[in-house]
């Protein structure tokens, strides 16, 4: 191996190890729940960070990086490995700051939807399902079978990717069908008709082969309802291998995004497409597209070599994103005054929550964020257990679900995925007037 590739495997092994004296803490000592916010942090920490380098070092190398035209040296690989480990440890003093209980984290109660107006209810949900469907259509299907995406899009000067011809408030729609599935399963006299409701979104999303996250979400909420229904404090083995069944499914479907339409056409067996999608992966198998380490590496090492920090100016996009094209016709996607494309061909790239932190201005702002993170990820778990806000319930399932899109992309993609689901799901519950039921709790 070459420019610096001997080292990799060595920061794998310290991540290793700093990861999993604080896995022992928080799933030994506090014993957090499979459904804990922060369990999925370190869950996805594993992979992105833990994982990920022994398999660079291994052999297979990073096409990331060689997309990007990055090749690091010691100093890179020191650099991602502080920025690895003090974003955890910063993380994990946030979520310590806000876990108050000596002992162990109480599991969430059993939890249910009570509706006092049911027809406004099922009326509000109708008309969010035909508005997800429109997005849907809007999204994948205008331009006809044969597209992954129905839309066009066009590669600004700073390389982000926006709409050509369809609003984003159009294409947005579709993230109401996510919050609609687990609505419908949390009220109890929807729940048998939700299982057919969730098989049709999930087929569709197959058929569609984009925008893989909205099934996972749905999937991993019914996932964790499951324990917290059955009182279990951490995984059953049947839902998680059903889980690892459909995390196969989402790869296959990365691989080929026509996979499920092949299928479906008589065009590839089963075996077929196993065989292509298992020579295509090779050693990345289930963790081709968790390439945190590669993403955050090369981001990091471009702002820190050129002292080119953003200041905050990405979460600017907070403010932009909502204003119609119509409106501002060369809107920019982007609000960093970092643009790495100057570095390297990042376009299209996320971060990772920890470079995208870092960018800001160096190793305070990374020990900030991550540590706000962790904060929340307490926070919100421990306001769902104890208060009686319906909506301060639904936000933690919403919070939950989207934890791998706030490690993944940072702090401004996320809230695009938090907004829409609560809009969605505000406008359910005040339609129905719905407040929570809790059953009993348990130790």
């Not at 499979?34 to 942090?41: A, G, L, M, R, S």
Request: some cysteine; glycine content about 10%; proline content about 4%.
């Amino acid at each position: 191996m070459t420019g610096g590739y001997e080292h990799v495997a060595l920061t794998g092994i310290a991540n290793f190890t700093v990861w999993a004296a604080v896995s022992f803490y928080v799933l030994g000592v506090k014993r957090a729940p499979i459904y804990h916010p922060f369990t999925i942090y370190l869950a996805y920490h594993f992979v992105g960070f833990v994982l990920r380098p022994f398999s660079i070092a291994a052999g297979e190398g990073s096409h990331l990086w060689e997309r990007i035209g990055f090749l690091p040296d010691n100093s890179d690989i020191l650099l991602t490995l502080g920025l690895a480990n003090i974003g955890l440890l910063s993380a994990f003093i946030g979520f310590l700051a806000l876990t108050p209980e000596r002992g162990a984290i109480p599991k969430m109660p059993k939890t249910e939807l009570t509706v006092q107006r049911p027809v406004l209810f099922v009326a509000a949900l109708v008309a969010l399902t035909v508005l997800g469907y429109y997005g849907t259509y809007k999204s994948f299907f205008g331009a006809g079978l044969e597209s992954v995406l129905a839309h066009e899009t066009a590669v600004d000067a700073a390389g982000g990717r926006r709409l050509v011809g369809v609003s984003g408030y159009q294409t947005a729609l579709a993230e109401f069908l996510p919050i609609v599935c687990l609505i419908l399963f949390l009220y109890k006299p929807t729940r048998t008709f939700s299982y057919a409701f969730i098989a049709a979104f999930v087929a569709v999303r197959f058929f569609a082969g984009a925008q893989r996250l909205s099934f996972v979400v749905v999937i991993a909420a019914l996932f964790f309802l499951y324990h917290i229904n059955k009182g279990l404090r951490y995984p059953a083995a049947a839902p998680l291998a059903a889980l690892l069944i459909l995390g196969v499914a989402f790869d296959v479907i990365g691989y080929d995004r026509m996979a499920f339409r092949s299928l479906l056409a008589g065009e590839h067996s089963v075996e077929e497409l196993m065989s292509g999608y298992a020579h295509a992966r090779g050693g990345r198998v289930l963790t081709s597209d968790i390439a945190e380490y590669d993403a955050a590496a090369a981001t990091a090492s471009a702002v820190a070599r050129n002292a080119d920090y953003s200041y905050g100016t990405q979460y600017l996009r907070l403010f932009v994103w909502p204003i119609p094209r119509r409106f501002w016709p060369d809107k920019p996607v982007y609000t960093s005054r970092v643009d790495l494309n100057e570095y390297g061909d990042f376009r299209y790239l996320t971060t990772s929550l920890y470079a995208d932190a870092f960018m800001n201005f160096g190793w305070l702002s990374l020990v900030l964020i991550a540590g706000a993170v962790g904060a929340m990820s307490a926070w919100v778990y421990r306001a769902a257990r104890t208060g009686d806000s319906a909506y301060l319930f639904i936000f933690f399932w919403v919070f939950l679900i989207y934890m791998k899109t706030i490690l993944r992309d940072g702090g401004v993609t996320v809230v695009y995925f938090w907004g829409f689901s609560m809009v969605a799901a505000a406008l359910a519950f005040a339609a129905g007037g719905v407040r929570i039921w809790r059953g009993q709790a348990t130790s």
